[in-house]
């Protein structure tokens, strides 16, 4: 609901007769004073962030925020400090600014978000088959190893074991743990199509 029209207030050096009066009863929660200021300031107020909003919607919800934080904060004036529709006025425009930076940071939030969803849908069931096949598939390379290789080759890459200790587990020499290992990952390495 748009703000009722009032008579135009001025840029604050001829101060509407008696807001600062009225201000200050405000403060003390006279509603009917309320009234008043509400008469005098709603429509500029609406105008200050239409003007900064650009959406008459927006301008809306400010003008209400803006009429609402008077009524709370009436005793904050502080005639000393400047006119009741300055201050009124500096109100509104902040909260129009305020209102379009969290419009903003809420675009840059989710522009952030979309960029990090554009990574690649993880699909658990093909995940799985090729996991399978790729066991399969070392698990046929395995066996096509001798005997020494595949001990030797399995106890080092899925034991953990170092040359030593994978000669020491098989009892044989440390050297031919080593060639076996050696010939058999290029037997592997072949089997599986893995490029140098």
Do not use: N
Request: hydrophobic share 40%; aromatic share 6%.
């Amino acid at each position: 609901m748009r703000p009722r029209r009032a008579a135009p207030v001025d840029d604050g050096r001829h101060d509407q007769p008696g807001l600062e009066k009225l201000l200050e009863r405000v403060a003390r929660g006279d509603r009917p004073a309320f009234e008043k200021v509400y008469d005098m300031v709603a429509a500029p107020v609406y105008g200050v962030a239409l003007r900064v909003l650009r959406d008459p919607a927006q301008a809306e919800e400010v003008a209400q925020e803006v009429l609402v934080e008077v009524w709370r904060g009436a005793a904050r004036f502080e005639g000393s400090r400047g006119s009741g529709v300055a201050w009124v006025m500096t109100i509104a425009h902040h909260r129009a600014v305020d209102r379009v930076r969290a419009a903003q940071a809420a675009i840059d939030r989710e522009d952030r978000v979309a960029r990090l969803e554009v990574r690649r849908p993880y699909d658990v069931v093909v995940e799985s088959v090729e996991t399978t096949l790729e066991w399969e598939r070392l698990r046929r390379c395995l066996e096509g190893l001798t005997e020494l290789q595949r001990e030797s080759v399995t106890y080092a890459y899925y034991g953990g074991y170092s040359y030593r200790e994978v000669a020491e587990l098989l009892k044989v020499p440390l050297a031919t743990v080593k060639t076996r290992m050696r010939d058999g990952l290029i037997r592997m390495r072949d089997c599986l199509g893995v490029e140098r």
